[in-house]
């Protein structure tokens, strides 16, 4: 068995290949003239685990690339991030369901798929294989529990995010509670004061996504206002588009951390873990 990772997800891909005991499948990438990816792969084996994030369209392309070019073995598929989840239906007569779309696709030529942190679970019955996903709670707990903070609350930004908050909250021990949240455009919107009353100690802010970080900077002001000692932001998903991570600091954000199922620079923990645990329990 081998690991075989497209360009943006190489660091999580060595370190499931690590927590598997397998090598890596070497991979170049380069460009055509007219810009189209060109790919490959150095040897096989009979098996192939598929790493690779969808993050923007030359990563699905990348993606399909790779996996056909893995179609002697046995291909199993790991998308860390599942983009296009979201658009989970068709919210306006006349749009796609994105993520049906993109489940489709990558369901071909592969044995099975495993996600992390779906933005709703619903969107695995759209893969025409297995699909299964790992929740990344405990982790997001256990990275909490090292920032040393004393009876932190856990913050869910919206009601979506209840299930997610709580798990973590579970790991410490520590209280929870969730905030309302009212979506204006794609990047504003309106978090309303907290129902039980103002918090004056340490809040973390936990979701599954940061994108345009205006959830979190909504709730974090607001928190602030009302005379929150610190808070904290902790997602598994960091995409952090535009100028996210100004805005979340200037919001007030002491720390902000992501998981490495997009590799960044606020990569502070990792999905590889659990992930290995997953494909092989
Ligand atoms: C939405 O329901 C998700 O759970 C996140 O809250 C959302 O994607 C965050 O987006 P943004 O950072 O752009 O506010």
């Known amino acids: 068995m081998k ?17 598997l005991g397998a090598g ?7 460009r055509f003239p007219d810009g189209e990816i060109y790919l490959q792969t150095g040897p096989l084996d009979e098996t192939t685990i598929v790493v690779g994030s969808l993050l923007s369209s030359d990563s699905l392309v990348e993606l399909l690339l790779l996996i056909d070019a893995c179609h002697r073995s046995e ?26 779309a993109m489940a489709r696709a990558l369901s071909r030529g592969v044995s099975r798929v495993l996600t992390v942190n779906v933005h709703k679970e619903s969107v695995l019955s759209h893969f025409s294989v297995p699909a299964a996903q790992v929740n990344l709670a405990p982790e997001v707990g256990e990275y ?17 995010a209840v299930p997610f908050a709580t ?4 790991r410490g021990g520590w209280e929870w ?6 979506r204006i455009s794609g990047d504003e919107v309106r978090i309303e004061p907290r129902k039980a009353g103002p918090w004056t100690g340490e809040a973390v802010l936990v979701d599954d996504i940061i994108s345009t970080g205006g959830t979190l900077a909504a709730a974090a002001r607001m928190l602030l206002a009302q005379g929150a000692k610190g808070v904290h932001a902790v997602c598994v998903h960091g995409l952090f588009a535009g100028k996210a991570l100004s805005l979340l600091r200037s919001a007030g954000i002491r720390e902000i951390a992501a998981s ?12 590889a873990g ?8």
């Open 274 to 281: 659990p992930i290995a645990k997953a494909l092989f329990p």
């Open 144 to 160: 909490i529990g090292t920032l040393g903070l004393s009876d932190p609350l856990i913050l869910a930004p919206d009601e979506g």
């Open 260 to 271: 490495d199922t997009i590799e960044g620079s606020e990569s502070r923990y990792s999905a």
């Open 24 to 30: 890596l499948v070497e991979t170049r990438t380069s």
């Open 177 to 182: 509670d969730h905030l309302e949240k009212t």
């Open 167 to 170: 798990a973590v909250a579970s």
């Open 3 to 19: 690991i075989a990772c497209t360009g943006r997800s190489r660091a999580l891909g060595a370190r499931i290949a690590e927590h």
């Open 75 to 100: 291909v199993r598929l790991v998308i860390p991030y599942l983009g296009y989840a979201r658009q989970d239906r068709e919210f306006k007569p006349g749009e796609p369901v994105s993520a049906r």
